[in-house]
């Protein structure tokens, strides 16, 4: 098992460029999300999936775009980078049920700097 | 929404001390989780808990629902132990937001 797995795991954009975030499970969980952490505020939610095809918001969900097209992946979109979008992202999952999730498992984060 | 503070913010102890860490929250929880992110970055769950006791070797973790905290316990503490530790909580009417505390740096020095 790989796990979670995250690409790239570094990047550097320009204001205004836009970019896809790689996320990628092998352990056939349902959920699936994506967090930013910035120094002193912990990680936060941006959204999240608990299937194919169901996405919702998480806290901090402006400028980012996801789709969960097949259970394995879960993709991040920044359409118009803004340097307020500079941080390091992190992805997780775990199984799910209708009562909530489960353990989290990580992945190793991809570190992003917009200019 | 649901809040997650956590304590101590900074911890510093000699190898082979003990410590507690504490997590408060603010509204009933279905899902508590502690992780322990290491010095390169890497997130690991150590606990699901969001009742009761559990050990894992030299760690241990204890949330009392009702009276809305959870504790983590380092016995023993090593170098690697090293690293910011954070409470995660789903709670608040939600069954799928995960809410992190801002985390407690721990420094264990040789």
């Known amino acids: 098992n790989a796990g979670v797995t995250q690409t790239p795991k570094f990047q550097v954009l320009k204001t205004g460029q836009s970019m896809t975030l790689q996320c990628a499970q092998d352990m056939n969980h349902e959920y699936m999300s994506w967090y930013r952490q910035d120094p002193g505020m912990g990680l936060r939610l941006i959204h999240y999936s608990v299937g194919a095809g169901i996405t919702d918001q998480g806290e901090v969900p402006n400028g980012y775009n996801v789709s969960r097209s097949t259970t394995e992946d879960f993709p991040l979109r920044l359409l118009s980078a803004a340097p307020s979008q500079t941080s390091v992202y992190f992805c997780?999952?775990?199984?799910?049920?209708?009562?909530?999730?489960?353990?989290?498992?990580f992945g190793p984060g991809t570190r992003l700097t917009v200019l | 929404g649901i809040q997650v503070e956590q304590s101590p913010p900074d911890l510093i102890l000699q190898e082979g001390a003990n410590s507690t860490l504490r997590c408060n929250f603010s509204d009933s929880v279905n899902n508590l989780q502690w992780f322990h992110q290491n010095p390169w970055g890497q997130l690991i769950n150590l606990f699901y808990?969001?009742?009761g006791t559990k050990q894992n070797g030299r760690l241990s973790a204890t949330t009392v629902a009702t009276e809305r905290y959870s504790l983590l316990y380092i016995s023993s503490s090593q170098t690697t132990d090293s690293g910011v530790y954070f409470c995660a909580v789903v709670g608040g009417g939600s069954n799928y937001k995960l809410t992190f505390g801002k985390g407690t740096l721990l420094t264990v020095n040789p």
């Open positions: 808990i969001p009742s």
């Open positions: 997780a999952s775990s199984y799910s049920s209708g009562w909530g999730t489960d353990t989290q498992y």
